[in-house]
């Protein structure tokens, strides 16, 4: 992934703070550190003699300067009876409502994993609003996402929604098959002719970087 990545372009890791502590040793050799975003976990439980365990690492890193990087806005929360703000942001209230709330690198306003009854696979399947995010702070139309381990194709749908273009990889023809489904539903995609062990799935505009 390193290799392929080109100047200025980003990679995302998602993964449980254990093996995103190991891989981020090596990535701090080969790229430049952004973030470790923490996303919150909902509901887990407590393992052994370790602390409640609370959120996913989603580890951000750059070839260089980035060549596209955009800070999100979020809407304030606000109750669901009166619709009134429901954290108080002192003399920035106004501010808040008018331009809304910076992205910061702890995630604690969507789910870590699809809930069960919403999933396309029986997998682990990230949500759309997840990838979506990713896909707004270091995406572009026309630009590359690459995902090596598309699974259901989460990224790829969030990638064609906003114009990009996407390579996608998987051994399980299984996996890829549901992607198709999905993505035939937002956009017109093939899917190149299997190969030992990976298969591909690609748009058809190609792979321009």
């Known amino acids: 992934m390193v290799r392929t990545l080109k100047p200025g372009g980003a990679l995302f890791l998602y993964h449980l703070p254990y093996w995103a502590s190991r891989l981020s040793q090596d990535l701090h050799k080969l790229l430049e550190f952004r973030h470790w975003i923490a996303v919150a976990m909902k509901s887990s439980f407590a393992r052994g003699n370790r602390l409640y365990p609370a959120h996913y690492g989603l580890l951000y890193f750059t070839k260089g300067t980035p060549s596209v990087f955009h800070r999100p806005k979020l809407?304030?929360?606000?109750?669901?009876?009166?619709?009134?703000?429901?954290?108080?942001?002192?003399?920035?209230?106004?501010?808040?409502e008018q331009k809304g709330i910076n992205l910061s690198d702890v995630w604690d306003d969507l789910s870590p994993v699809r809930h069960k009854v919403r999933k396309n696979s029986s997998g682990n399947?990230?949500?759309?609003?997840?990838?979506?995010?990713?896909?707004?702070?270091?995406?572009?139309?026309?630009?590359?996402?690459?995902?090596?381990?598309?699974?259901?194709?989460t990224c790829l749908v969030s990638a064609s929604a906003v114009g990009m273009t996407f390579l996608g990889n998987d051994s399980s023809q299984k996996a890829l098959d549901i992607s198709l489904a999905r993505l035939r539903r937002v956009a017109a995609v093939s899917a190149s002719p299997p190969t030992s062990p990976s298969r591909t799935l690609r748009s058809k505009g190609g792979t321009r970087a």
């Open 75 to 96: 809407q304030p929360k606000r109750c669901r009876s009166c619709r009134a703000l429901v954290k108080d942001y002192g003399g920035y209230t106004s501010i808040i």
């Open 125 to 153: 399947e990230l949500p759309t609003t997840l990838t979506d995010r990713v896909v707004s702070i270091a995406g572009t139309p026309g630009g590359l996402l690459l995902d090596p381990f598309a699974g259901s194709g």
